[in-house]
Structures are given as C-alpha cells and as structure tokens.
C-alpha cells in the first residue's frame, strides 16, 4: 500500500535535521532555526520565513522620517522595517 500523495513531504523541500553541534545546515549555511520572523531571517538566525521567504528575498526599508518620542526623553527620526523585495517594488510602482 502507498502513502497518499497529499501525505508526502514536497518533493522541492526536503526534510533537514540538526547536525551534531545543534544547527541546520541549508542553503551553504548553518543556522539555529529553520523557519523564523523576517528579522530572524535577516539576521542569519533562521533560514526562510514560515512563508518560504530566504534572505535574498528581504529588505530594509525606512517607515517614517519624522520625528517621535520614544520611551524617556528619547526621539526616534525613523523606523526600519524588514520587507520582502518583490512588495516593496510593487509599491514603488504604485501597483501594491
């Protein structure tokens, strides 16, 4: 009897485990989690998103210049964000 084909793991991803120090190993890289936030991702901390989004396919963008408290006495001017790429030039272009 063969397993249902909706049972099998993708035949694109295959399954990883840790090595013995604890890390995966995927894409040339070692990496404590496999799936992480975007910021993980950036960082080199995780090697995709839950989304399948890997780090070439992240980037950086500015979400304010203008000037706002921030805890005691503290002003930020801007905030970054961690966004995918293929969004970011969707919105450039108007089109998002």
Known sequence: MTA?????APETESR????PDGMYRAGGG?????RGTRVEV????AYQTTGGLRRAQLGVTRLSSRRRRHGRGRWLTSRL????KRKRAAAERGTG
Do not use: A, E, N, W
């Open 4 to 8: 249902s084909k909706h049972l099998r």
């Open 16 to 19: 990883r485990f840790r090595g």
């Open 30 to 34: 070692s990496y404590v989690k496999l």
């Open 42 to 45: 950036l960082g080199g901390v």
């Open 81 to 84: 964000r961690v966004v995918s």
